[in-house]
């Protein structure tokens, strides 16, 4: 079982792009004044664009540049993670449940660079609940499909029986993580806790969806 982690698992709305502007001026020294838009997107993506449409170099080290001084602006405000932020209803409950489950693994797939990922969880003792080392992470790619496989890759090492594709299941609040998962013959379950409503994700090709984690049953009953 694979997770996205904004607005699936938590809500910190309004810190993505303030950690990009301080960020953007630590690392290159310009002013942010282009903001792309964010949800079901890589870092490596958001990244690349950011730089593209401020006239900077697109190159490995650049991003690179930039996520390690997007990292240092996240630890900056690492006390203000649980003030500004919660983790989404449901959360905790849905993610202790299935930990109760021998068979089944849960990991990340997920935007976010493995270490603000951390950061975010952990702001509400969800890291202890997740297998980190099972991810999908927003540096390896510009496209979202390569995250999951990317995770189903990461699995598969740790678990050697290994992972039939439909026997993986993707949780996520955007069109891109369903997408992303259909990609790959996985299950894609839609949860309608971000912009996009349930219809969206439904006509994106979600197998299943629910309207937040509320209904721990709910989602268990999506491992069959």
Avoid: C
């Avoid at 809500?11 to 950690?19: A, K, Q």
């Avoid at 390690?68 to 209803?89: C, H, I, K, N, S």
């Avoid at 089944?104 to 509400?124: S, W």
């Avoid at 349930?198 to 006509?203: G, I, T």
């Amino acid at each position: 079982m694979l997770w996205d982690i904004d607005l699936t698992l938590v809500e910190l709305r309004g810190l993505g792009m303030h950690w990009y502007r301080r960020a953007l001026a630590a690392a290159t020294g310009t002013e942010l004044v282009h903001e792309p838009p964010t949800a079901g997107r890589t870092e490596r993506w958001i990244s690349t664009e950011i730089l593209a449409a401020h006239g900077l170099p697109t190159d490995d080290a650049s991003v690179r540049g930039l996520f390690a001084a997007l990292t240092e602006a996240v630890e900056a405000d690492l006390d203000v993670l649980p003030v500004r932020g919660r983790a989404l209803p449901g959360a905790v409950e849905a993610l202790d449940a299935v930990a109760l489950r021998t068979d089944v693994a849960q990991g990340l797939v997920t935007g976010n660079l493995v270490e603000i990922a951390r950061h975010k969880l952990g702001a509400f003792g969800l890291d202890r609940r997740l297998d980190l080392a099972i991810g999908g992470y927003g540096d390896a790619s510009l496209v979202r499909a390569d995250l999951v496989a990317a995770a189903v890759e990461a699995a598969t090492s740790r678990h050697t029986n290994g992972f039939a594709a439909d026997a993986v299941i993707v949780f996520g609040d955007s069109p891109h993580d369903i997408t992303a998962a259909r990609h790959h013959g996985a299950v894609a379950v839609g949860v309608a806790t971000g912009h996009s409503s349930a219809s969206e994700l439904r006509a994106a090709g979600a197998d299943v969806v629910l309207s937040d984690l509320a209904d721990t049953a709910a989602v268990l009953s999506i491992l069959g």
